[in-house]
């Protein structure tokens, strides 16, 4: 059964980190680029970070040189280290496959919330 659950959110200060992980089942992980998303209520999902199953990474350029995604292939995990941390960060965050057709069903997300 396809499944995502995010987690390692919570409130923090700006300036201070944050580690999310996600567990993917494989049927969405194998050799799919994955990517954290975010969304704050009443706007749009924004693509955050990706990576791709060799490893290669892109950013947002609003999180690049804060944000550190990764993936362990063998544990089916994505994760996605923060730094930095800015009030304009706070979002419940996501991860999925990048295509669409790969996609499994959004998980409940993991908030994040900085304070400034």
């Known amino acids: 059964q396809a499944q995502l659950v995010e987690s390692g959110g919570g409130l923090v200060q700006a300036g201070g980190s944050l580690r999310l992980s996600c567990a993917a089942s494989?049927?969405?992980?194998?050799?799919?680029?994955m990517a954290w998303y975010r969304q704050v209520s009443g706007k749009q999902r924004e693509l955050v970070a990706t990576?791709?199953?060799?490893?290669?990474?892109t950013y947002a350029d609003s999180v690049k040189g804060r944000f550190t995604i990764s993936r362990d292939n063998a544990k089916n995990t994505v994760d996605l280290q923060m730094n930095s941390l800015k009030p304009e960060d706070t979002a419940v965050y996501y991860c999925?496959?990048?295509?669409?057709?790969?996609?499994?069903?959004w998980g409940q997300g993991t908030q994040v919330t900085v304070s400034s």
């Open positions: 494989g049927s969405i992980f194998s050799r799919n680029a």
């Open positions: 999925n496959a990048v295509v669409i057709s790969k996609r499994g069903p």
């Open positions: 990576v791709f199953s060799g490893g290669t990474t």
